[in-house]
């Protein structure tokens, strides 16, 4: 294959596309309207980190570079969650330490791809390329508001407020959703120590419940942590001085505030980030464009599947061009008819999950619901795996995941019902539960390989 493809977007799903598509031999454009991330710093570019997991390391292996990331990142094998009394616990992510999520600098990863996708032969790069209005009719798309022939097959790889995604809405029919959460963000990095020493404990995602809001912090290789506060728009921005910031700190995570030196300072200097959940459809135009990644589907961050449900986007994609080859209606017809329901699946789990980090997270019961499943995994493996687990550790499909949910929730429920301690938990009676409605639905789910279309 030898046509011309251009690609909306240079972040990692946009980058990951171009390595799948160079790989195959084919001639590629991507442009971005930021400058190159590997020649350029950004003035107060936030300092995202981000969790690699199975599906999205089975993209990166079929692109042939999971070794090359995967050295780039720190496994968090659980949750480190800090108490507002002060109690500290690790929740583990699976039965072992290697069933783990990995921590990635996202501005690091991005450009380990951008240098991937540019050594291909047939892989341009254009940066500080903004794309405007795109006539699909008139055939012509806006760059630097100068018109040009428009390129087909086109890709939209151009995030949540994607200008390929809002050229496609004046081609009727299509339909969108776009819901933005009451609660934003802010970051607020936890520096190295004095002698470059990590600060916290780095191989676990550290989270601060406090009910209406919430700190979480992933580490990085320089001993630093990346952190976020999360919390209501308004209370964000009440906290608009250095001394509000600090006394907010010194109150709701005393174990927090003596680590940063410039508290204050810092967390002044980012703007709030806002959260959105999308839904579009449909994600193609014939054979000529095709959404992908929070271009077509936007998470919140709070299940971690982000950029891992992205890169999954480019492993079906590379399975339907198996299947299709240069057929493009074909190959985005079969994509859409495949990934649409699981994006679907995983936007509604991220929106629960939120919910539970945040409420529910401090509450004994569900502490109790927490060390049971915990304890149902270690017991009876490969046969009870939490809904957590059977996404992010095991990969299984989102959809499928979901489905599993009611039915896990029936056993837990079960089990823990009446007990003020995970010591009190009746193994036999849990594995009768485990073995009649469980099982059946892991074994069928597990055995499946591949990308989880």
């Not at 029936?410 to 469980?438: I, P, R, Y």
């Amino acid at each position: 294959m030898a046509e011309r493809i251009t690609i909306i977007g240079a972040g990692p799903v946009g980058s990951l596309l171009a390595v799948f598509l160079g790989r195959r031999g084919m001639e590629v454009d991507v442009l971005e309207r930021s400058p190159d991330p590997r020649v350029t710093t950004v003035k107060n570019d936030r300092s995202i980190c981000m969790s690699v997991n199975a599906r999205g390391v089975r993209a990166l292996r079929r692109a042939g570079l999971a070794e090359k990331i995967m050295a780039m990142t720190i496994p968090m094998p659980g949750r480190i969650v800090h108490h507002a009394g002060g109690k500290v616990e690790t929740q583990p992510y699976g039965v072992s330490p290697e069933e783990a999520l990995h921590a990635v600098h996202r501005t690091s990863l991005n450009c380990a791809l951008l240098d991937a996708a540019e050594a291909l032969p047939g892989v341009r790069l254009h940066f500080e390329q903004e794309v405007g209005a795109i006539h699909f009719h008139g055939g012509t798309m806006e760059s630097n508001q100068k018109m040009a022939p428009l390129p087909r097959p086109l890709f939209g790889a151009d995030g949540a407020y994607s200008a390929v995604r809002a050229s496609m809405m004046r081609r009727a029919p299509f339909n969108f959703r776009q819901e933005h959460l009451e609660y934003g963000y802010k970051d607020v990095d936890v520096p190295a120590g004095p002698n470059g020493e990590y600060q916290l404990e780095p191989h676990g995602l550290h989270i601060w419940p406090r009910h209406k809001f919430m700190l979480i912090a992933l580490p990085k290789p320089d001993g630093s942590f990346a952190a976020e506060l999360f919390m209501p728009i308004e209370g964000l921005s009440a906290l608009d001085t250095a001394p509000k910031v600090e006394a907010f700190f010194r109150e709701h995570f005393p174990d927090v505030f003596p680590l940063h030196r410039n508290l204050g300072k810092d967390f002044l200097a980012f703007p709030v980030g806002h959260l959105v959940s999308t839904e579009a459809f449909p994600w193609n135009l014939g054979g000529e464009a095709l959404l992908v990644g929070d271009a077509a589907h936007a998470v919140v961050p709070f299940f971690g599947e982000g950029m891992n449900c992205g890169f999954e986007d480019v492993h079906v994609l590379d399975d339907c061009i198996e299947a299709h080859g240069a057929d493009w209606a074909a190959v985005f017809e079969r994509f859409v008819r495949l990934r649409k329901p699981q994006t679907d699946a995983i936007c509604a789990m991220a929106l629960e999950n939120f919910v539970e980090m945040r409420d529910q997270i401090e509450d004994s019961d569900f502490d109790i619901r927490k060390s049971a499943e915990h304890l149902l995994e270690v017991s009876f493996p490969g046969r009870f795996i939490g809904r957590h687990g059977l996404v992010a550790i095991h990969g299984v499909p989102y959809l499928d995941a979901r489905r599993a949910g009611p039915v896990l929730d029936h056993v837990l429920d079960a089990v823990c019902q009446g007990k003020t301690s995970v010591d009190e938990v009746d193994l036999g009676f849990a594995e009768n539960l485990v073995d009649e409605q469980v099982a059946p639905l892991v074994r069928a789910m597990l055995p499946r390989g591949g990308a989880q279309s």
